[in-house]
């Protein structure tokens, strides 16, 4: 069982859109709609963002999307703001009982 | 309010033993999962496992099968995660989270971390 594949990192500008991807295969990614994701600051504890490839717990801002294609997940932020560096983790149901992160990606805005 | 309460800081030689604590309160205890995470030192996120404290239903990663041991108290809203023999590559700051909101393993409430130092 190996980590998905995130970009180390990714960055932008305040009010633009950045996409992150997560790619995994045919045994994870691909097989089911498990697919979620979760922002984390420095010292922090991660914070839930995504469930379900694309479904947003109450309290998660609208600027956030998720959707997936094959074996690859993306998680979009429009709108991008100084509150939103942080790094970002997507995480797939990846049979057998079992779940596994992805690598992480730093967003940092610019 | 949901909250999740992990035990403090530990400091511990290699081969040593270790039980941490992750106390639930807001919630029913035995109605959702727990989950534990690791992340090394400047690294990511690793899914360790999860437990259902209403039967103890238990469920591992593959990578942390027979290294460490999740348990649950629930008379006391408890979860544990345990190492028998502890080595230096087992520091790390290690989370528990609450799953099934939705999935299982989607972990909506986390607990703020006990950082393990295994250092001779």
């Known amino acids: 069982q190996s980590a998905l594949t995130q970009p180390a990192s990714v960055s932008g500008s305040p009010g633009q859109s950045i996409t992150i991807s997560c790619t995994g295969t045919?045994?994870?990614?691909?097989?089911?709609?498990?697919v979620s994701w979760y922002q984390q600051h420095p010292g922090k504890a991660p914070k839930l963002m995504i469930y379900?490839?694309?479904k947003r717990p109450s309290g998660v801002s609208n600027r956030f999307s998720g959707s997936k294609s094959g074996n690859t997940a993306s998680l979009t932020i429009s709108g991008l703001q100084a509150e939103d560096e942080a790094d970002y983790y997507c995480c797939s149901y990846a049979g057998s009982s079992s779940y596994v992160f992805g690598t992480g990606t730093k967003v940092t805005v610019l | 309010e949901v909250q999740l309460v992990q035990s403090g800081a530990e400091v511990k030689k290699p081969g040593e033993s270790l039980k941490i604590s992750c106390k639930g309160s807001g919630y029913s205890f035995t109605s959702y999962w727990i989950g534990w995470v690791r992340q090394m030192p400047g690294k990511g996120l690793e899914w360790m496992g999860i437990i259902y404290p209403g039967d103890s239903d238990t469920r591992y990663s593959p990578s942390f099968q027979g290294q460490v041991t999740i348990s649950a108290d629930k008379s006391i809203s408890t979860a544990y995660l345990q190492w028998s023999s502890l080595k230096a590559s087992d520091t790390a700051m290690y989370y528990c989270a609450r799953g099934g909101s939705y999935s299982e393993g989607d972990f909506d409430y986390w607990g703020q971390g006990t950082l393990v130092t295994v250092s001779s």
């Open positions: 379900e490839v694309s």
């Open positions: 045919s045994s994870d990614v691909g097989s089911y709609n498990l």
